[in-house]
Each structure stands twice: as structure tokens, then as C-alpha cells.
């Protein structure tokens, strides 16, 4: 049986066309509950299994949702390649509103980093984490956005601020000096986490605005993010019916191995509580 495909982004984003909407699960997690349920069904034959980010009307500011429980859940599923699709803004002249800008690297600037690993409570995992993307994964999205005429950039940096205001124009300066490319609230936890939980992962950055620094134009407000937020989900829609058709069937890739090497407390020392909560990351290790 091949592996599941995750897709994490907004409520209306299963709206696809090929999609054979199954069942609407919801999945209890020793970490608490996801931010909502997870819809299953077929897409290209594959089974693929949406999680809305922020709920299902848009409900949870980004410091609200629960990165463990959403991670865990799909890992419970069986998802070993997962799609992210996300909100931006861009912090380059060339990165323009509707543009994909497919990151390769993430700077974190969260303040909750104790909640964006699984380990800890009596077991030390630290994972590589130098590639956090999937490159396998990043170039199939990028062949996907080409054959549906929008425009990508390839690689980038996306960093990661709490929000859930704005960014002050001061911030929004710095963030240019360091070299960032895009600015958003929520993915790196999600990227984070799949790397502990052995999935391949990468980001569709769909831009929405140009943050705060570009003082020629207004300033980015949550309804200048939506007016270009529903064009990007209609781009989105069809590259994921059009990548989900290319990935593999089997986890074979690197990714799907990250753990080997990165558990530093010994099997017999792992507390009994722990490893049970972390089964669907630890199975294999026996």
C-alpha cells in the first residue's frame, strides 16, 4: 500500500477537482486536538488527507494552533510526503502578490520553540536539520506551478515571526538586511515537525502582499491578504492535483530515515508514557 500525502493550508483548499472526498476523521493526539478535522479521500489515486491550519473558518490565530497535534495526527495516518501551502509576504521588489516562492531555508524568529518538537519528557531526539525541505518534493512543485503558468521562484528563505500583528516597518527593514526573502506566521513548526516525524516536506509560499517596507504601496492589512489570498487558492488547487499525480508511492527518500542517528537516550531508558505517545514516530525502532 503506498503512503499518504498530507497537505496542510486553508479550509477550501480539498476543493479540488479529481478529489473523492471519503471521510472527515478526527484524530486524537496525546498532544491534544489538531486544529480541526482531517478530511480524507482520492486524489490521482493516492490517498491524500487535508488539515485546515487555522480551522474551518479560519478560527485560530497563529499561536493558537496546535503543531504537535496537527503533525502527530497526519503521521497517525500514514502521511509520509506532505505539502504545505501558505500565506506570505514578500520581502523582495521581484516577489510579487500572486507569485509561489517554493523556500528552502527558514530563519526562526517563534518564541514556543519548546512546542515545536515531539521530544523531550525523557527522550532527547535532535534531528539534521541543515536541509529542512524535501528537494525531491520542492522540484516536483516546482514543475507543477510551471504547467499551470504561474510564476515560482525557486529556493528562498522564509522567516518565521509569532505575529499575529503585522510586522513593524522597523522589523520588516531588518528582515531585508538579513537576506529573507519571505515573511509569514506559521510554517516553520510545521517543516520542524515533520522532519522528527519522517516526512518529507515542502512549502508552496504563495505571496499575498510586500509586508510593511515598500512604502510606495499601502501598508499589508488582512483585507489587501485575502482579496490576493483567493486567486493564489484557485493556482494552488490545480498544482496540487498535478503534483500529488508525481510523488512516489514508496517513503524511500531521506527524509524518511531522519531519525536514524538523532535519538540520543538509549531504547532502554525511553519512560514507557513517552514512547507510547510517540508511536507513530518510534514503531520502528521496537
Not at 206 to 227: H, L, N, P, Q, R
Not at 233 to 259: C, F, M, N, T, Y
Amino acid at each position: 500500500m503506498s503512503a499518504a500525502i498530507g497537505i496542510i493550508g486553508g479550509s477550501g483548499l480539498y476543493e479540488i477537482e479529481g478529489f473523492e472526498k471519503a471521510e472527515e476523521r478526527r484524530v486524537e493526539t496525546p498532544f491534544g486536538d489538531p486544529s480541526d478535522v482531517v478530511v480524507g479521500g482520492e486524489l490521482a489515486g493516492r490517498q491524500v488527507w487535508f488539515l485546515p491550519r487555522h480551522g474551518r473558518g479560519h478560527r485560530l490565530l497563529p499561536h493558537e494552533i496546535n503543531h504537535r497535534a496537527n503533525l502527530w495526527a497526519l503521521r497517525s495516518l500514514d502521511v509520509r510526503f506532505l505539502i504545505c501551502v501558505t500565506a506570505v509576504g514578500s520581502l523582495r521588489e521581484e516577489y510579487a502578490p500572486r507569485d509561489v516562492l517554493l523556500p528552502d531555508q527558514f530563519f526562526d524568529r517563534t518564541s514556543r520553540r519548546e512546542e515545536h518538537t515531539f521530544f523531550g519528557r525523557g527522550i532527547a531526539g535532535h534531528v539534521s536539520f541543515g536541509e529542512p525541505v524535501s528537494a525531491a518534493l520542492r522540484v516536483i512543485l516546482r514543475a507543477a506551478v510551471e504547467a499551470e503558468g504561474g510564476t515560482v521562484h525557486d529556493r528562498g528563505t522564509y522567516v518565521n515571526m509569532d505575529g499575529p500583528a503585522f510586522s513593524t516597518r522597523a522589523e520588516s527593514e531588518a528582515n531585508r538586511q538579513l537576506g529573507f526573502d519571505v515573511i509569514g506566521m506559521t510554517n516553520l513548526p510545521e517543516i520542524k515537525l515533520a522532519r522528527e516525524a519522517e516526512i518529507a516536506a515542502a512549502t508552496m509560499a504563495m505571496i499575498t502582499d510586500y509586508d510593511c517596507w515598500k512604502t510606495d504601496e499601502a501598508a499589508v492589512s488582512a483585507e489587501a491578504v485575502m482579496g490576493h489570498l483567493t486567486a493564489n487558492v484557485a493556482l494552488a488547487r490545480k498544482v496540487l492535483a498535478r503534483a500529488v499525480a508525481e510523488i512516489p508511492e514508496d517513503p524511500v527518500w531521506p527524509e524518511h530515515r531522519s531519525l536514524d542517528g538523532a535519538i540520543m537516550t538509549e531504547r532502554r531508558m525511553w519512560p514507557e508514557n513517552t514512547t507510547r505517545s510517540l508511536w507513530p514516530l518510534l514503531e520502528r525502532f521496537g
